[in-house]
């Protein structure tokens, strides 16, 4: 199997040679927030990588180089149909994270400060004041 592919049965899993982390082993994965802790996260409640759905790939180590995060990840369910489907600049398709199609879609580049800014937090709503009765 491809790496990263069968995480149910072998757990989460590195490529050394990319130094990529791309699962969906958090809880929180997949419920629209980035859980994983890393650069643009919205939260930390999972460790770095295991959120790639919400996150996209994560780079492990120091992730950024000169600015530049490289992503070259291969947990997308149609990597290598011959389309791109990481919704990146030439992508077909966005079926899949940034960067987790790279059989179909080559080496993405991002740079370090375009990920997503952390969502602001959203206050408690208003509550009316009510008069009391009499």
């Known amino acids: 199997c491809a790496l990263g592919s069968d995480c149910a049965d072998c757990g989460e899993r590195v490529s050394e040679n990319l130094k990529l982390v791309c699962t969906n082993t958090c809880a929180e994965s997949n419920d629209g927030d980035c859980d994983d802790g890393g ?10 990588g295991s959120d790639c759905d ?18 070259c990840g291969s947990s997308c369910t149609f990597e290598g149909d011959g389309g791109c489907d990481d919704g990146g600049n030439g992508a077909e398709f966005q079926s899949c994270s940034f960067g987790s199609d790279c059989d179909d879609c080559g080496e993405r580049h991002e740079s370090c400060s375009s990920r997503p800014p952390r969502k602001a937090a959203v206050p408690p709503p208003h509550m009316p004041i009510l008069a009391p009765e009499s």
């Not at 650069?39 to 770095?48: E, I, M, N, Y």
């Open 54 to 71: 919400d996150c996209g790939a994560r780079t492990a180590g120091s992730g950024c180089v000169d600015g530049v995060l490289r992503l």
């Open 39 to 48: 650069l643009g996260a919205q939260f930390k409640r999972c460790s770095l």
